[in-house]
């Protein structure tokens, strides 16, 4: 059965005129950050802690009027629950995001100085926090429409595009971390493109490896705590003391059989990256396989035995099958883990965002660390919400 939607007919009795604390929590945090930490920083170069820039300067000559939006969703917490003003609240916040972004663009191209190029004016504390809080509340917004997660995945979508916009009319050009992606728009190009290669090179072997083991735990639950034991306790070794630890061993290896390095295998660079990211994704692929395959109902396998299937057209036809969204919860964790430690691996040479991240706290520039972070967050959630939708889609199918 479908679970039932909330619309402006069919709406749960309320009590009091507060009926969404959680937008009222996010509201509060949201103000707490525009007060109390600053929304943009100016500073003379990238090396030199910036300046706040006063919200008087921000909102000069009616672009105070920027923030309307962001007023109306002070009234949200007060709205009835219901379809039609969760996505007026949505609305009402993409819209919010998209001219924040456009008011930190303008500010930063009336503070530029021709005669100094080095200058740079930067993301403050106030406009991480406002975008994120407005972000939880979308979010939040959607999903008390009662949406599908391929619904709120489209309107989310929908709801990006006025940022987009700002970025693309080049509105906020002057801004620091722009003008750090204008100065290396090939390397960040490579970077991406390396370091989701280095994330598909993991996967592979992670699968191979990792589906095998999974199935062998199932069948064989006396190998299961060993198993288990092993992969975590890999689980705890730091990444950085895991890709160190693969440097000499390769490197050794190498030296033994030169042919090896055609392959691309050397003690530094790709290889011991995939390696460790390997050893590390194992655990969630193997036990996410084993309980997938465990939750089956022993009715439903009674049920094909009796029907005739063999053991293996069992495997293939029911347990798979049933057994797939919990394995995809896990390749799901995977993923979004292997996103994350690939940024470290660029310590030992394998490149990609890490690299450009890295760079940004050698020379203590932070707007080049964002333009490796920020990348890095939209990769991970875009990955994360793809597998959601996917998993979604087949308990849809198997109710």
């Not at 930190?104 to 009336?110: C, F, K, L, N």
């Amino acid at each position: 059965m479908q679970p039932l939607l909330a619309s402006d007919t069919d709406v749960a009795p309320e009590r009091g005129y507060l009926r969404n604390r959680v937008l009222l929590v996010l509201v509060l945090i949201a103000l707490a950050g525009g007060f109390g930490l600053s929304f943009l920083t100016h500073a003379p170069n990238r090396l030199i802690s910036g300046r706040p820039v006063a919200w008087s300067a921000i909102l000069a000559d009616g672009r105070f009027l920027c923030l309307l939006p962001g007023l109306a969703l002070l009234i949200g917490p007060f709205l009835r629950q219901i379809r039609t003003n969760h996505i007026l609240i949505a609305l009402i916040g993409a819209a919010f995001a998209a001219l924040l972004f456009w008011l930190a663009g303008d500010a930063a191209s009336r503070l530029a100085d021709p005669a100094s190029t080095s200058a740079r004016t930067s993301f403050g504390g106030a406009f991480w926090v406002i975008e994120a809080i407005t972000a939880l509340a979308i979010a939040d917004a959607l999903q008390r429409a009662g949406f599908g997660p391929a619904t709120r995945i489209g309107i989310s979508l929908i709801l990006v595009v006025p940022i987009a916009l700002v970025l693309v009319s080049g509105s906020a050009d002057q801004l620091s971390i722009m003008k750090e992606y204008a100065t290396r728009r090939d390397v960040f190009g490579a970077a991406v493109v390396t370091h989701i290669q280095i994330v598909a090179m993991t996967l592979v072997p992670t699968l191979l490896i990792g589906v095998p083991l999974g199935i062998l735990a199932f069948r064989r639950p006396s190998l299961r705590g060993p198993l288990f034991a092993v992969l975590n306790i890999i689980q705890t070794i730091p990444s950085i003391a895991l890709f160190g630890l693969l440097i000499a061993p390769l490197a050794g290896l190498v030296a033994t059989f030169p042919v090896l390095s055609q392959f691309g295998i050397s003690g530094i660079g790709v290889a011991p990256a995939v390696i460790a990211l390997t050893l590390y994704s194992l655990l969630p692929i193997v036990r996410n396989t084993s309980a997938g395959l465990e939750q089956v109902p022993g009715a439903v396998i009674d049920a094909a035995s009796g029907m005739g299937l063999t053991p293996s057209q069992i495997f293939r036809s029911v347990e798979i099958p049933l057994a797939l969204p919990v394995f995809l919860a896990g390749l799901r964790v995977t993923i979004v883990q292997a996103v994350g430690l690939t940024a470290v691996a660029a310590l030992i040479g394998a490149g990609g965002l890490g690299a450009i991240i890295f760079q940004g706290l050698g020379s203590s520039a932070l707007d080049l660390v964002l333009l490796g972070v920020v990348p890095l967050i939209a990769l991970a959630v875009i990955v994360d919400a793809s597998l959601k939708l996917v998993i979604s889609i087949l308990k849809g199918r198997a109710a």
